[in-house]
């Protein structure tokens, strides 16, 4: 109501729920700009945001960029606190490391700037994406910024454009959402290795180590419980090796953000080994 009535917005009202990556075709398709922002209806953008993403599409080899994502309600409860620190380290890791190769494997939904160009040459296999041989309902995120590397485009991260975005306040959404995330992870790594190769051997160590870390996860844990069950003895060696490289990783994500708040990311670990794991 807000907005209907100023010239420089137009709403496309689709007479029925079509889905995110429908509505999204059909926007790009009747947009006519060089860029496209696309924002998820729970975010909110920093006011320097479309200029900074924009300044970083200025080279015409990059496709796609994001900006870095902070939890909007994040003081409402432990887990939302839990959820911001670790969109921090998804972000300012893992999307920073592998913008020093302008692949990111990624470009989050909540606030992502596209080449229009670009997207038009890929919108029909994005359309028409099939999983277990019915059209695709999730991953869009992922499925899009593969495609904009297989074509050739350059994938970029600008950490300093905030977008603030709601999380899972409780459990249940929480998991269903990582559930989602999970399966996409799987499916689109498995459409991207031929991808890898000519990218970068730090990205294909990258994206194997995601993959194959949390396997590994799982079977330390599986085999701490067989020595338990079995022998009645404490598998002191994997719970110490767990706490260790949690610990690790949590102090340097400290040292690097200079906030303390990052040693209780700590947390996440025991919530990663008895629920997200089994999940």
Known sequence: DHYACDPRFRFILMPKNVGK????????????????LNVDSDTTIAPDVVTKLALKMYSPAVGAAMGQLTASNRSDTWLTRLIDMEYWLACN???????????VMCCC??????????????LDKYETQLFRGRP??????????????????????????????????????????????????????????????GLDRYLTLDVIGQNLGPLLLALSVLTGLAQLALTATVPWST?????????????????????????????????????????
């Open 21 to 36: 990556r429908k509505a999204q075709i059909v926007a790009i398709r009747e947009s006519s700009g060089d860029l496209v």
């Open 136 to 197: 695709s309902d999730f991953g869009e995120d992922r499925h899009l910024t593969i495609l904009m590397l297989n074509a050739g485009f350059r994938t970029e991260y600008v950490p300093d454009a905030i977008a603030a975005t709601v999380v899972p306040n409780s459990m249940g959404a929480y998991l269903r959402q990582q559930l989602r995330w999970a399966r996409s992870t799987f499916r689109d790594t498995l459409l991207a290795l031929r991808l890898l190769p």
């Open 109 to 122: 939904g909540p606030c992502a700037m596209y080449r229009r160009s670009a997207l038009l040459l890929l």
């Open 239 to 279: 719970i110490l090796m767990i706490a260790s490289m949690t610990m690790v990783r949590c102090g340097v994500a400290a040292f690097r953000a200079r906030e303390l708040r990052f040693l209780g990311f700590s947390l996440h670990t025991l919530l990663n080994v008895a629920l997200l794991l089994p999940l």
């Open 93 to 103: 890791e893992e999307r920073a490391a592998q913008a020093r190769f302008g692949a």
